[in-house]
């Protein structure tokens, strides 16, 4: 019988989505400081994600959302977290799952992280969609998460600026070359 072998990537990939959970940890606790914003998204189809209808029917795979201006109620658990953000000036619950966060980026560091698909994100992806993540449409971004007004423009502008200008952590360069 061969050894279980060590799966570094997935170790790297759990303490990197770590980073995410004890940045939203300290937001909660602490407030975000002034300046900031956070961009996270996340698959909506994915195992555990438990988002409006109506949002997920105008985002079906992913969908990017701001936490900046206003957000309330930002609870933190092990394995997910919950928020309210404003959709078009209707306040909405969302419960996300670390495992189905897709990137973090905080572009006023600048600093950002981009995950692969877990295993079970990755299924539940395939059936719902059925077909595999490489034929997956572009991430779809929600365009008033941030709140009001004083969004700067539509989060999917900014999520690409902050893809842009973020250090991003790829991990495939840790992977083995196939």
């Given amino acids: 019988m061969e ?29 975000l400081p002034e300046g900031h914003g956070l961009y996270i ?13 109506r949002l997920a029917r ?15 109620n930002l609870e933190v658990g092990e394995a997910l977290f919950s928020v309210e953000l404003s959709f078009n000036r209707r306040q909405e619950r969302l419960e996300v799952p670390f495992d189905c966060v897709t990137s973090f980026a ?12 877990t295993a079970d994100a990755e299924a ?29 423009g539509p989060a999917d502008e900014a999520a690409d600026r902050a893809a842009q200008t973020g250090e991003v952590v790829n991990l495939d360069s840790f992977r083995k070359k196939r």
């Avoid at 799966?7 to 940890?25: M, Q, W």
């Avoid at 992806?125 to 700067?152: F, I, L, R, V």
Wanted: avoid cysteine; charged fraction near 25%; charge should be negative.
């Fill in 124 to 152: 539940a992806e395939e059936d719902e969609a059925g077909a595999g993540p490489d034929d997956a449409p572009p991430a779809a971004s929600n365009e008033d998460a941030g709140g009001g007004p004083e969004a700067d």
């Fill in 41 to 53: 998204t996340f698959l909506t189809a994915g195992p555990g994600v438990d988002i409006p209808e």
């Fill in 106 to 117: 905080d572009p006023s560091v600048p600093f950002g992280l981009k995950f692969e698909l």
């Fill in 58 to 72: 105008t985002y079906p795979e992913e969908m990017t959302i701001v936490l900046e201006h206003q957000f309330w």
């Fill in 3 to 31: 050894p279980e072998l060590l799966h570094y990537e997935k170790i790297v990939e759990d303490a990197l989505r770590g980073v995410v959970r004890t940045a939203l940890e300290q937001v909660a606790t602490f407030g």
